[in-house]
């Protein structure tokens, strides 16, 4: 049973909508080159991981980040001074009660939202002062997201919700779709590339989701609950995913509020009332789940 989407992720949906009817208007209409395209015509896909500028410092860098959500005149304190970093490569998880701000904590962390004080710098960029297209640049290139609720465009194919986050690379449709492929190939969904998300279960939906995160070759996932509405089988094919992931050397931030969950981390951090309370590498690394 999903839970309705946070404004965060609501934001990044309708994002996604846009893009997607951009994408249908301009169908047809054979991208001039003009368009991000580079010498050789072919467009410009997200670089990979390895080519990007190297920046030598914490990937994150939080510093006594506090956000305050005000509703009329009810000032809710989400996050009460958050100091944190973390390097490149870590797999890294955010457990806290339901309530604690890790939604709120993930949405900057993902440039969804801005702190309301402290700063926040992801790959040494002081992400204050910069404007939302290029944030939204910044996301689409360096960014994988996966929510607990899939967010999966109903009524589209599998491959083109996968499809959708490369509409801003300028790569002509066929390379746009074997990219997709590839990307649900490694989810081990191939099979399932022109499905509906209705005619999927949860689990596989949700690998769908991954699949999209993947597809821009981003140096960095960040997931919230991803396995907060799967069994128990689809919860273990989606974080042994996460583990490969993991092991080929990305960044990933996995909130979760589950104990078996956060162990396939090796780093917990935790969160109470908008405050880190502990953060920590346990030394056994134990899969239960
Ligand atoms: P978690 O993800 O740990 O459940 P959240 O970050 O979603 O926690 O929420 C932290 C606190 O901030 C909660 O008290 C929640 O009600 C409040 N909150 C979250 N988002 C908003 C919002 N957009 N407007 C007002 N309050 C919010
Ligand atoms: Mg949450």
Same mark, same amino acid.
């Given at each position: 049973? !999903? ?14 909508? $846009? ?8 169908? =047809?209409? @054979? ?11 072919? =467009? ?6 390895? @080519? $990007? ?12 980040? @506090?956000?305050? +959500?005000? &509703? ?7 996050? $009460? =001074? ?32 801005? !702190?309301?004080? =402290?700063? +926040?710098? #992801? ?18 290139? +360096?960014?994988?997201? %996966? ?14 919700? %996968?499809?959708?986050?490369?509409? +801003? ?38 690998? %769908? ?11 960095? #996932? ?18 042994? &995913? ?9 960044? &990933? ?28 590498? !346990? ?7």
């Amino acid at each position: 049973m !999903p839970r309705p989407a946070r404004p965060g992720q609501q934001r990044a949906m309708e994002r996604a909508q $846009r893009m997607l009817s951009r994408r249908r208007a301009e169908t =047809g209409r @054979r991208a001039s080159g003009a368009q991000r395209g580079n010498a050789d015509g072919e =467009g410009q896909a997200a670089p990979p991981v390895s @080519r $990007r500028p190297r920046f030598d410092g914490p990937v994150i860098d939080v510093r006594d980040v @506090r956000k305050i +959500y005000r &509703i009329g005149d009810i000032a809710v304190h989400a996050l $009460r =001074g958050v100091t944190l970093q973390i390097d490149r490569g870590e797999f890294v998880a955010i457990m806290g009660a339901s309530g604690s701000g890790k939604s709120t904590l993930m949405n900057i962390l993902g440039c969804l939202d801005t !702190p309301t004080r =402290g700063t +926040y710098r #992801i790959n040494g960029m002081d992400v204050r002062g910069v404007d939302e297209d290029d944030l939204a640049d910044l996301r689409n290139r +360096y960014i994988g997201f %996966v929510f607990q609720s899939f967010n999966l465009i109903p009524r589209t194919r599998a491959i083109a919700n %996968v499809e959708l986050p490369l509409s +801003y690379a300028g790569l002509h449709r066929s390379a746009r779709q074997a990219r997709a492929m590839a990307a649900l190939d490694s989810v081990g969904l191939t099979d399932r590339a022109h499905h509906l998300p209705s005619e999927l279960s949860g689990g596989q939906q949700q690998r %769908v989701a991954v699949a999209r995160a993947l597809v821009t070759n981003p140096a960095m #996932i960040l997931a919230d609950e991803p396995t907060g509405n799967l069994d128990t089988r689809s919860t273990s094919e989606v974080l042994s &995913i996460f583990d490969r992931l993991s092991s080929q050397g990305r960044t &990933i931030i996995l909130i979760t509020h589950e104990e078996e969950v956060a162990h396939h981390a090796r780093r917990i951090i935790r969160i109470r009332d908008g405050h880190i309370i502990s953060d920590e590498r !346990p030394e056994v690394r134990t899969a239960l789940a």
